[in-house]
Structures are given as C-alpha cells and as structure tokens.
Nanobody
Framework: QVQLVESGGGLVQAGGSLRLSCAAS????????MGWYRQSPGKQRELVADITSGGSTNYADSVKGRFTISRDNNKNTVYLQMNSLKPEDTAVYYC??????????????WGQGTQVTVSS
C-alpha cells in the first residue's frame, strides 16, 4: 500500500509564505517525478510545479519566481515553498507522484489535498 500525505496548508495574508510537504509512504522501491497541483472552485486542476528524481524542475508561469519545489529523496518527501502569496493562489493543493513498488510495478496517485487560503 502506497500513499501520499500532504501537510502545511492554512490561512495566510497576501504577501505571506507557506511551506507544503508531501510524504510518500508504504512499499517504495523508487520514486520518479513528483509534483504539486492545485484546484480552486469551478476550475480544473492545474499543474503548479514538478520535479524529476534528478532534481530538474518545471513551474507554471503564474508561480515562477515565487514558488520553489524541492525534494528529499532520503525522506521520500516533496516540498513546495510558497512566497509572496496572492489571493489567486487560494486553492486545494494536491501532490502526486509516480512510485515504483518494485522493478516491474508502478503506482501513480494523489494525496488527499491541503487547503491554502490567501486573504487580501
């Protein structure tokens, strides 16, 4: 059984910062790409940032220069440091990952989500 558990969401004023964490647990052989997505009411889930196992990163234009994705492979954890937050960043943030359970079997799934609310 593999699962992703997010933490670190909350309420913050515009211009503030939050750090999200997402830890993978269970039967893990290795982890490929990990990423953060977000979804606000009435909108589709969108990519915020992702990171490869080697550390290469990719960001949505709307968060470039404000958000930083990183990972600790020893802890099977991905982080999202969010600075200069704006009200439009308000959403439920989800992490996802492609996890190899063994050399032949992989699992691609999502965490339960964590709410980020930015007040103006």
């Amino acid at each position: 059984q593999v699962q992703l558990v997010e933490s670190g969401g909350g309420l913050v004023q515009a211009g503030g910062s939050l750090r999200l964490s997402c830890a993978a647990s269970g039967s893990i052989f290795s982890i490929n790409d990990m990423g953060w997505y977000r979804q606000s009411p009435g909108k589709q889930r969108e990519l915020v940032a992702d990171i490869t196992s080697g550390g290469s990163t990719n960001y949505a234009d709307s968060v470039k220069g404000r958000f930083t994705i990183s990972r600790d492979n020893n802890k099977n954890t991905v982080y999202l440091q969010m600075n200069s937050l704006k009200p439009e960043d308000t959403a439920v943030y989800y992490c996802n990952a492609e996890i190899w359970i063994d050399r032949d079997s992989s699992w691609y799934g999502w965490g339960q989500g964590t709410q980020v609310t930015v007040s103006s």
